[in-house]
């Protein structure tokens, strides 16, 4: 398993970084904020994203797009997370466009997925409820068959970018009771469906998330994606793959965060020389240096099975994702405090840092969640 670029994937990680530093400077988040943008990102920045092949990466060519893989995503993956960008990637190509891929029939894809590699369609994937924490099978939401169809009820928290998709995949349960895993079906159907009710959100990280209600949501059979309650294997599938994609999104924050320490620790000077040439720090330093180190081996590996096919896989990721927890916290936490007071001020960009890896660290799993079930698939 190789832990490097290869030269292409060099090239494509190059153009990344040069284009979202051009594009996306972190002065972004303060805007959306500011401006408290109800959209949350750029339709312009999605659009030249588009243009460049951003969305496309993961989608098969039959499909439209240009059939790469995991490790080649994740080279536009970590340049968007060194600068946050706010643009809809894990919303509507690692959640909605790998639900589709999955669970979808051809025809389904073929509606969906060229839209989404030409930045036209925006989705949502709609699973998370109140109460069911990390459980994927914790679904209480119903979808009743009817002579129509199915007619869908229920309530979905930290529905992400919701307010501005196209379409929503939704997990309902068409047998069994929540927690079990037989029952869940999946469900594309479009935002403005009668019944459905979007309740926008704003995160502690500054990005939109949504309560997505469904009150008798009449959808047709051809709405059904794969067989009926067989969902769970292709949910469990889409989050393993966007768990992977958001840890090589936390490595670039890190890394970013990182960087602006180090740059605050070579220019602040205190008692007639840098904080930097203090032993103290440079020992702390060199730990944040380390567990990047560690974090981007982690990623790789991950990213490369999925590419690979490899039956470790769905260790490897939750090897990234935890690591990837508890490094972006520490050095999100640990820039804060290098900064000294004005690092616990808005006017310090380290702080959106701390809070995107606070609410990464939650996302898909904590490093707790990750470990106990790395052990449990090595059958302990």
Same mark, same amino acid.
């Given at each position: 398993?190789?832990?490097?670029?290869?030269?292409?994937?060099?090239?494509?990680?190059?153009?990344?970084?040069?284009?979202?530093?051009?594009?996306?400077?972190?002065?972004?988040?303060?805007?959306?904020?500011?401006?408290? #943008?109800?959209?949350?990102?750029?339709?312009?920045?999605?659009?030249?994203?588009?243009?460049?092949?951003?969305?496309?990466?993961?989608?098969?060519?039959?499909?439209?797009?240009?059939?790469?893989?995991?490790?080649?995503?994740?080279?536009?993956?970590?340049?968007?997370?060194?600068?946050?960008?706010?643009?809809?990637?894990?919303?509507?190509?690692?959640?909605?466009?790998?639900?589709?891929?999955?669970?979808?029939?051809?025809?389904?894809?073929?509606? =969906?997925?060229?839209?989404?590699?030409?930045?036209?369609?925006?989705?949502?994937?709609?699973?998370?409820?109140?109460?069911?924490?990390?459980?994927?099978?914790?679904?209480?939401?119903?979808?009743?068959?009817?002579?129509?169809?199915?007619?869908?009820?229920?309530?979905?928290?930290?529905?992400?970018?919701?307010?501005?998709? #196209?379409?929503? =995949?939704?997990?309902?349960?068409?047998?069994?009771?929540?927690?079990? /895993?037989?029952?869940?079906?999946?469900?594309?159907?479009?935002?403005?469906?009668?019944?459905?009710?979007?309740?926008?959100?704003?995160?502690? #990280?500054?990005? /939109?998330?949504?309560?997505?209600?469904?009150?008798?949501?009449?959808?047709?059979?051809?709405?059904?994606?794969?067989?009926?309650?067989?969902?769970?294997?292709?949910?469990?599938?889409?989050?393993?793959?966007?768990?992977?994609?958001?840890?090589?999104?936390?490595?670039?924050?890190?890394?970013?965060?990182?960087?602006?320490?180090?740059?605050?620790?070579?220019?602040?000077?205190?008692?007639?020389?840098?904080?930097?040439?203090?032993?103290?720090?440079?020992?702390?330093?060199?730990?944040?240096?380390?567990?990047?180190?560690?974090?981007?081996?982690?990623?790789?590996?991950?990213?490369?099975?999925?590419?690979?096919?490899?039956?470790?896989?769905?260790?490897?990721?939750?090897?990234?994702?935890?690591?990837?927890?508890?490094?972006?916290?520490?050095?999100?936490?640990?820039?804060?405090?290098?900064?000294?007071?004005?690092?616990?001020?808005?006017?310090?960009?380290?702080?959106?840092?701390?809070?995107?890896?606070?609410?990464?660290?939650?996302?898909?799993? #904590?490093?707790?969640?990750?470990?106990?079930?790395?052990?449990?698939?090595?059958?302990?």
């Amino acid at each position: 398993m190789a832990l490097v670029l290869n030269e292409d994937q060099q090239l494509l990680k190059n153009t990344a970084d040069d284009f979202v530093k051009k594009e996306s400077p972190l002065r972004r988040v303060r805007q959306l904020r500011d401006t408290d #943008d109800p959209t949350g990102f750029s339709r312009d920045m999605w659009r030249q994203m588009a243009e460049l092949g951003w969305q496309s990466i993961l989608i098969p060519e039959e499909h439209g797009g240009l059939g790469m893989g995991y490790v080649d995503m994740a080279c536009v993956l970590e340049a968007c997370g060194h600068n946050l960008v706010p643009e809809p990637l894990l919303s509507t190509v690692l959640l909605g466009a790998n639900a589709v891929l999955l669970a979808g029939s051809e025809e389904q894809k073929n509606e =969906v997925l060229p839209g989404v590699a030409d930045g036209s369609v925006l989705l949502a994937l709609a699973y998370h409820e109140r109460g069911a924490r990390y459980d994927l099978f914790g679904c209480a939401t119903k979808a009743k068959k009817s002579e129509a169809g199915y007619v869908l009820s229920g309530e979905k928290t930290l529905v992400f970018d919701a307010q501005t998709a #196209d379409k929503l =995949v939704v997990s309902a349960r068409t047998a069994g009771e929540a927690g079990d /895993r037989g029952g869940i079906s999946l469900f594309l159907i479009d935002r403005e469906t009668p019944g459905v009710e979007i309740v926008p959100q704003t995160t502690m #990280d500054l990005r /939109r998330a949504t309560v997505v209600r469904l009150s008798g949501v009449e959808v047709p059979a051809a709405a059904l994606l794969g067989a009926e309650g067989e969902g769970a294997g292709a949910l469990e599938d889409t989050i393993d793959r966007a768990t992977a994609g958001l840890s090589v999104e936390m490595l670039g924050g890190m890394l970013a965060a990182f960087e602006m320490t180090m740059e605050y620790l070579k220019t602040r000077v205190q008692f007639g020389v840098p904080i930097g040439s203090f032993q103290a720090l440079k020992h702390r330093a060199a730990e944040m240096f380390v567990e990047i180190e560690l974090s981007r081996s982690a990623v790789l590996a991950a990213c490369t099975a999925l590419d690979e096919g490899a039956s470790n896989a769905q260790e490897l990721i939750s090897v990234a994702k935890a690591r990837c927890s508890d490094a972006a916290v520490l050095i999100g936490y640990e820039g804060i405090q290098m900064h000294g007071g004005i690092g616990m001020t808005d006017e310090a960009d380290i702080g959106f840092y701390a809070k995107r890896a606070r609410a990464c660290e939650m996302t898909f799993g #904590d490093a707790a969640f990750h470990r106990d079930r790395f052990a449990t698939l090595q059958g302990f």
